[in-house]
């Protein structure tokens, strides 16, 4: 996702989340949330000027570090949408049509 597409979604403000974080923990500014959220501050750059969008890991260590629910979260930063897409990279799902069951796949042997 580039920040073209992260700039189309009107209520997205990935910036009022990190504001209610730095906020609600009293921390000094964007390093200090970087620190707490075990990120370089170049991360939370990036997301603040819509270059990077907030992945689910990162995600999912705010709602660790601030005990909110990924649910709130979302909220705070103005994501409404009801379902995510993981990926639309599945090679079976192009090859075979959605309607069409995964077929599982047998490990190869490995030799050392």
Same mark, same amino acid.
């Given at each position: 996702m580039n920040g073209q597409m992260l700039?189309?979604?009107?209520?997205?403000?990935?910036?009022?989340?990190?504001?209610?974080?730095?906020?609600?923990?009293?921390l000094k500014n964007d390093a200090a949330l970087s620190r707490a959220l075990e990120v370089t501050p170049p991360v939370i750059s990036k997301i603040r000027h819509n270059k990077l969008p907030i992945g689910a890991s990162l995600l999912i260590r705010m709602h660790e570090f601030s005990e909110l629910s990924i649910a709130e979260l979302?909220?705070?930063?103005? /994501?409404? *949408?009801?379902?995510?897409?993981?990926?639309?990279?599945?090679? /079976?799902? *192009?090859?075979?049509?959605?309607?069409?069951?995964m077929q599982p796949v047998q490990a190869q042997p490995t030799t050392h």
């Open positions: 700039l189309s979604q009107n209520d997205y403000n990935p910036n009022r989340l990190l504001d209610s974080l730095i906020e609600r923990f009293h979302r909220t705070l930063m103005g /994501d409404r *949408r009801g379902q995510y897409r993981i990926s639309d990279k599945n090679p /079976d799902k *192009r090859k075979h049509g959605s309607s069409q069951p």
